[in-house]
C-alpha cells in the first residue's frame, strides 16, 4: 500500500538494525511515549529485534489508559439518564468503570453510540432536538481539535441539546512530571508523532534544555520507530541533547496553527487528574468560560463523582515505566482483556492488552 | 461471548455425538448416504450494501456452510421475520435476489416460513435459511483429517465483507466503494471435488475473520499452523480501511473467503483448479501445518522477521480513538 508499505519494508527495517546494533555501546532506557507505537513495537516484535541493551519504556500516550475511573463512572452517570444519547470512540466502551462498563450498560437499554468524529455526535444533536446529545471528549492534543470545533460549532448554531464531558490531556507536562519524578529511569524520547502534526514541537525545546534529553519526533510504521530509536541513541552515545524530527513527512515545527488556535479559544488549560499517575499540573485542558454552557459535568451535575482506582492494578507503575506489563502479579491471571483491572488491559494501544494480545504465549 | 454461550448453555444442552463435532454442517448416515445439514440465521445492517444484500448473504452463507463440507447443496429453506410495515419492494428485491443466488447454484428453496412481528419488534428484516447437500462417498473433510505438512491455501483477498458492512453502517465514504466478497463458494468447492482432488479440511472465514478461523481448526486438530504475513492477499483499499479504523485485518469477516488444508503433494494441482474459477483467482498458499511444540496453535511470521501467536479477540473490535 502506498505510503505505508515503504514504512513497513524489511530491508529498510534491517538496514536501520544494523545500525543501531553498530552504534549501541552501551544499555539505554528509552520510551516512546504513545500508545499508537506501543501497540506498533509489540506487534511487529520490534523490542526482540533491537539489542538485548536498549529498555524500551511504554509510556502514558494511550488516551483510554489515562483517563481517570472517576470520569468513567461519570460518562455512566450521564450515559443512564433517560432522554440522553451518549456518543464515545469505540474503545471507551469497554474501559470498566466502578460497576459496569458502557457496552454493558448499552446492553441494558442506554442509548450509547459510538462515533468517528464529535461532529457527528453534534451532528445527531440537530437531528434528535427533543434529546440531550453528549459526546465523551478524551484524549490527547490529537483529538481535542476535533472537539474543540464540535463546540464551536455548536455555540455558532445555538445548540443547546449537545454537550461534551470533558476529560482532555496535554504531553509535554506529562513528560515534564515524568523526568521531573525521583523514580525516573528514562534517558531519551520517541515523541508521539501524531500530537506533534497538531502541536509541532516547539513545546520540547525548553524540556530538552531543562533535562537534558534527546527528544525525537517519531511516527509509527516500523521503520519510522526503528530510525527513531537509531537517531535517539545516536545523541546518547554522542552526548547530544536536542529534538529532533523523524516525522518530518507529517511534523513541522510550528504544527497545524490553526487548530491551535481553536484550542486556545475553546479550551483553558488546567491541572487534570492522570489514571494511575495522579494529579499533574498543567496537563489538562477544561472548556473556557465562553463555552462553559456545553461542560456536560455542569449540565448532568456528575462533577462530584470522585472515584478511586482499584488497588490491586498496578497500571499506574506501567506507565510510568517502572514496571513491565508481564511482571504484573495480575496480569494475564486476575487481569486479561475480558475481565480488565484497569484501563492499560482494556484499550488495544494498553501496554499491557498489547503484551497479552501479542506476548502472552511464546512461540 | 456467543462462544462462551455456546459452550456453557447450548452445546451440553442438546449434547450428542453428531453436534459435538461441532462442524459447520452436521453429517447424517441416512439409508447409506451421508448428508450434509446446516442452518443460520440473517441479522446484517444495512440491508442491502455494496456487493450484496441480506438475501444474498443468506443463500449464500448456507450454500458455503454446505460446501465446507465437500457436500453439493440440493435444497434450502428460508423462514422470513418481517417487522410490520416493511417496505414490500424492498421484501421483493431481497426474495428476487434469493432465487436468483439459488438459481445459479441449481438449488432450490423448497420450503419456508414467514412471521410478521410488531412495528419495533424486529429490525426490519430477519431470515433464516437452513440447507441440506450430498456429501461424495470418496470425501471425508474434517479438523481430524489435517495433517503435517499440510498446506494451507485461501482462494481470495481478506476482510472485504466486514469492511465494507462497516463503512456503509457508518457512511464513511471511500474513494472507490469496498465490496463485500458475498459470494457462493459451492462451485468451486465442486469443481476442486470433481476433480479429484481431496482437500483434508475447509472452513469458511466467517465472522472473526481468518484468524479465528485458524484458530479453531488449530485447535480441534492440535496441530500448529504457521502463516507467512506477507502472502496474505488485501486489497489496497480494504488495507486502508482498516489503518484508519484500526483493524486488524485478519479477524474481519468474510463472506466469500475460505481456507483449505491439502497434502503438500497436492498443493499446485489444487491451486491450479481453484485458478481456473472466477472465485479462486487469487488462491494462494498463505501457510503449512508442523507438529511443533504449542500445539493447537497459529503462530504468524510478520515482515520483520519476527514470529507472533494469533489469539481470539475477546469481544468485537472497536474502532480506536486516535
Not at chain 1, 122 to 129: G, I, V, Y
Not at chain 2, 104 to 120: E, F, P, R
Amino acid at each position: 500500500m502506498k505510503f505505508v508499505d515503504e514504512y513497513r519494508d524489511p530491508k529498510t527495517a534491517k538496514k536501520l538494525l544494523n545500525a543501531i546494533e553498530k552504534v549501541t555501546t552501551q544499555p539505554w532506557n528509552i520510551m516512546e511515549v504513545c500508545g499508537g507505537q506501543t501497540h506498533s513495537i509489540i506487534k511487529h516484535g520490534i523490542d526482540q529485534l533491537i539489542p538485548e541493551s536498549i529498555n524500551l519504556i511504554h509510556g502514558p500516550g494511550c488516551p483510554v489508559c489515562v483517563t481517570p475511573l472517576q470520569y468513567i463512572d461519570k460518562a455512566l452517570e450521564i450515559a443512564k439518564q433517560a432522554n440522553v444519547i451518549f456518543c464515545s470512540f469505540g474503545d471507551m466502551l469497554r474501559v470498566p468503570g466502578s460497576e459496569q462498563d458502557l457496552l454493558g450498560l448499552k446492553a441494558q437499554g442506554a442509548d450509547i453510540r459510538i462515533v468517528y468524529s464529535p461532529l457527528d455526535a453534534l451532528k445527531l444533536a440537530q437531528e434528535n432536538q427533543q434529546k440531550q446529545v453528549v459526546f465523551f471528549a478524551v484524549g490527547f492534543e490529537t483529538t481535542a481539535p476535533t472537539v474543540a470545533l464540535a463546540v464551536h460549532q455548536a455555540k455558532q448554531l445555538n445548540c443547546d441539546n449537545f454537550s461534551v464531558l470533558v476529560c482532555h490531556v496535554r504531553v509535554p507536562p506529562v513528560m515534564k512530571a515524568l523526568l521531573s519524578s525521583k523514580n525516573n529511569t528514562v534517558q531519551g524520547f520517541l515523541g508521539a508523532g501524531h500530537v506533534c502534526t497538531i502541536m509541532g514541537y516547539h513545546e520540547y525545546i525548553p524540556l530538552v534544555e531543562q533535562y537534558q534529553i534527546p527528544i525525537v519526533i517519531t511516527g509509527f510504521e516500523p521503520v519510522d520507530i526503528l530510525q527513531g530509536l537509531y537517531l535517539c541513541i545516536k545523541q546518547l552515545e554522542e552526548g547530544r541533547n536536542e529534538v529532533e524530527n523523524q516525522y518530518s513527512r507529517v511534523v513541522s515545527q510550528q504544527g497545524n496553527q490553526p487548530a491551535q488556535r481553536l484550542l486556545q479559544q475553546v479550551f483553558t488549560v488546567v491541572d487534570q487528574q492522570w489514571r494511575g499517575l495522579g494529579q499533574i499540573p498543567q496537563s489538562g485542558l477544561a472548556l473556557s468560560a465562553d463555552y462553559a454552557h456545553w461542560n456536560a459535568e455542569q449540565r448532568f451535575s456528575v462533577a462530584s463523582i470522585n472515584t478511586q482506582e482499584p488497588k490491586n492494578c498496578r497500571s499506574g507503575e506501567v506507565l510510568q515505566g517502572l514496571l513491565k506489563p508481564d511482571a504484573c502479579p495480575e496480569f494475564s491471571k486476575s487481569c486479561t482483556p475480558e475481565h480488565p483491572l484497569g484501563a492499560t488491559m482494556v484499550s488495544s494501544e494498553g501496554a499491557c492488552a498489547a503484551y497479552y494480545r501479542y506476548r502472552s504465549h511464546h512461540v | 461471548m456467543m462462544q462462551q454461550l455456546i459452550d456453557s448453555i447450548i452445546q451440553p444442552t442438546f449434547s450428542n455425538d453428531i453436534l459435538n463435532q461441532k462442524h459447520d454442517s452436521a453429517v447424517l448416515n441416512v439409508n447409506g448416504s451421508r448428508l450434509a445439514f446446516t442452518t443460520d440465521s440473517y441479522v446484517i445492517k444495512p440491508l442491502f450494501f455494496s456487493g450484496g444484500d441480506i438475501g444474498k448473504l443468506a443463500v449464500c452463507g448456507t450454500l458455503n456452510d454446505l460446501a465446507m463440507s465437500g457436500a453439493k447443496p440440493l435444497y434450502i429453506t428460508c423462514s422470513l421475520i418481517i417487522e410490520e410495515g416493511f417496505a414490500i419492494k424492498d421484501l421483493q428485491q431481497i426474495l428476487l435476489s434469493m432465487q436468483q443466488t439459488a438459481k445459479q447454484a441449481g438449488v432450490h428453496i423448497v420450503t419456508g416460513d414467514t412471521k410478521v412481528v410488531d412495528k419495533g419488534k424486529g429490525d426490519g428484516l430477519f431470515i433464516n435459511t437452513a440447507g441440506i447437500g450430498l456429501i461424495p462417498e470418496e470425501v471425508s473433510i474434517q479438523a481430524s483429517s489435517i495433517q503435517t505438512g499440510d498446506h494451507i491455501i485461501i482462494n481470495s483477498d481478506l476482510a472485504r465483507h466486514g469492511i465494507a458492512i462497516m463503512l456503509e453502517r457508518e457512511g464513511i465514504d471511500f474513494e472507490n466503494s469496498i465490496q463485500s466478497d458475498c459470494a457462493d463458494l459451492s462451485g468451486l468447492v465442486q469443481d476442486m471435488i470433481n476433480a479429484g482432488l481431496h482437500p483434508h479440511c475447509m472452513r469458511d472465514l466467517t465472522r472473526g475473520g481468518l484468524a479465528s478461523g485458524l484458530i479453531e481448526l488449530a485447535t480441534a486438530s492440535k496441530y500448529h499452523f504457521e502463516i507467512n504475513e506477507t502472502s496474505l492477499p488485501i486489497q489496497d483499499d480494504v488495507k486502508s480501511a482498516c489503518e484508519i479504523l484500526g483493524f486488524d485485518p485478519l479477524y474481519i469477516a468474510n463472506e466469500g473467503c475460505f481456507v483449505l488444508f491439502v497434502a503438500e503433494a497436492d498443493s499446485e494441482k489444487v491451486l491450479n483448479c481453484l485458478h481456473q474459477h472466477e472465485l479462486g483467482k487469487q488462491a494462494c498458499v498463505i501457510g503449512k501445518v508442523t507438529d511443533k511444540h504449542n500445539k493447537g496453535m497459529v503462530s504468524l511470521e510478520t515482515a520483520m522477521g519476527i514470529s507472533r501467536v494469533l489469539d481470539l479477540f475477546s469481544g468485537e473490535q472497536l474502532p480506536r480513538i486516535c
